[in-house]
């Protein structure tokens, strides 16, 4: 249809034009601001700086950004970097080749980007340094029986070796370290990171594996030995991230590639060292190398009230929830186990069996099935704290006494109206004993939560082990016993107002 001769066209159409522009421009950044990117790092000190400076960056650049800290190795990170559960991680290029992809240390770049394409990863450059791997000996130690190298070890077969755990299984750690070698040694131990170089300052442990970036290196005055047989591969510090993000969050994407070749050696040195040696908090150290080379981003600190009160909020979460769930399902396991007995052993073993599992192997066991976060930590805490409810349940109906139960037959009472008005009430006791040592327990083992981002008291004892800080330490260790205790207290309140008094 014709338009009438003289109509406004280009004053009509030209605002809804650029309207309409504008809404697509502005759409991305929107969408990009309301879901952050989720940064992901590893339990050491380097990789939560690096993290932070990532989450700061994408802050500064825009958009919307979220750190989730200390989630543990190499494999807990990859996996929930596949998963989606985080979006971008700082990695190693020789970790990436060996230790993730199965490659040759001689693979290169081009072909690690191959590889991890075809699993909707990318890689960045490198940040500009290489933290490569190496071990390590106090320099007294070392000059005294003149090693320098890694070879020279082989002369002294009783040194005694203290390596990370993940360093003892890695396929370019000790494994293949020792046949490249030929070391004979026999004294290896696994341990904590932070703890290991505790452990040569004490002489309790002669070498370890080090970080060729860690302050702790020159603090503890140690001596770093050639890899003179040239065994490690080079572990330039990438960004190891979804390909997603390259479309869905543009300004994420880029603001982590400007920072491409942009951190040296000596400067990752040192905020290692302000990290570690003089308690500055990692955000502080991300904002203050983002100032050199523009804005400074806006910081918020938490103080040490506020950090407790989030952290017995999620713990107190974690404990609850957990708790409810075993009271709901161990209660009629219990029972199941008492009316039937055949089943009750089955029942009780199944139960007991759980406990034999190492919590830390049970945590991490979970995360292929439930990813990183809350659930793995509430599965386990559950798993964990069905034992003494069953077990108690079980216990509390078997031990009553014959003659109670015949009188309660005697009076006519129904089977289910014997247990529901006779034989819980006279088990009372027991099962309220049970659910508080599981509500204990449950206080306990969830700090280990903190491993795979459940947060609670674990987080500041993680970070207090990492840092050497027994402040941080104190600060989840003190609140959890406080609030092992109130349960306990609690409970047995609740066992004055609930169990009759005759019994």
Not at 423 to 449: D, F
């Amino acid at each position: 249809m014709p338009r009438p001769t003289g109509e406004p066209v280009a004053a009509v159409t030209r605002p809804t034009a650029i309207a309409a522009l504008a809404v697509c421009l502005l759409a991305p950044l929107a969408a990009e601001a309301g879901e952050p990117i989720r940064v992901g790092s590893k339990a050491f000190t380097e990789s939560v700086i690096l993290a932070e400076v990532a989450t700061l960056a994408v802050r500064r650049a825009g958009g919307a950004a979220e750190h989730v800290a200390q989630l543990g190795g190499t494999r807990v990170l990859f996996s929930a970097l596949e998963r989606g559960e985080i979006d971008v991680y700082p990695e190693y290029s020789g970790t990436i080749a060996v230790e993730i992809l199965g490659a040759p240390p001689s693979i290169s770049l081009a072909a690690m980007e191959e590889q991890l394409a075809r699993r909707g990863l990318l890689l960045s450059r490198s940040l500009g340094f290489e933290n490569t791997y190496a071990l390590g000996m106090r320099e007294a130690a070392a000059a005294e029986l003149g090693v320098r190298r890694i070879s020279d070890l082989h002369r002294h077969p009783r040194l005694r070796f203290g390596f990370t755990n993940e360093f003892l299984d890695r396929a370019d750690g000790w494994p293949g370290l020792r046949a490249h070698y030929r070391l004979p040694h026999q004294d290896v131990r696994g341990l904590e990171h932070d703890l290991a170089y505790r452990g040569l300052a004490a002489a309790t442990i002669d070498v370890t594996d080090l970080y060729s970036t860690d302050a702790d290196i020159r603090y503890y005055g140690l001596r770093v030995l050639e890899d003179d047989r040239g065994y490690f591969p080079a572990y330039d510090a990438l960004w190891l991230m979804r390909a997603k993000l390259r479309e869905q969050a543009a300004v994420a994407y880029r603001a982590l590639l400007e920072l491409e070749g942009s951190i040296e050696a000596e400067q990752m040195i040192g905020m290692n060292a302000r990290a570690k040696l003089d308690r500055v908090p990692e955000q502080v150290i991300a904002a203050d190398f983002l100032a050199q080379s523009g804005e400074r981003p806006e910081l918020r600190i938490a103080g040490r009230a506020e950090r407790i009160a989030t952290r017995t909020v999620e713990h107190l979460t974690l404990v609850s929830v957990s708790l409810l769930a075993a009271i709901l399902i161990g209660l009629p396991l219990g029972v199941a186990a008492f009316l039937r007995p055949r089943l009750g052993q089955g029942i009780v073993a199944s139960v007991g069996l759980v406990q034999t599992i190492p919590s830390l192997a049970l945590l991490v066991g979970l995360i292929p099935l439930l990813g990183i976060g809350t659930v793995p930590a509430l599965v386990a805490l559950f798993l964990y704290g069905l034992l003494p409810i069953v077990r108690n349940t079980h216990a509390g109906l078997a031990d009553i006494a014959p003659p109670l139960r015949e009188s309660a037959a005697a009076l006519g009472l129904g089977r289910w109206q014997r247990l529901r008005f006779v034989e819980l009430p006279l088990a009372a006791p027991l099962i309220l004993a049970g659910i508080k040592t599981a509500a204990v327990i449950n206080v306990g083992t969830a700090t280990l939560g903190a491993l795979v981002g459940a947060g609670g008291y674990g987080q500041p004892i993680l970070t207090g082990i990492r840092l050497d800080d027994a402040a941080l330490i104190l600060e989840g260790a003190i609140p959890s016993a406080v609030m092992a205790l109130a349960l306990q207290l609690g409970f047995e309140r609740l066992e004055k107002i609930v169990v009759p008094r005759d019994i």
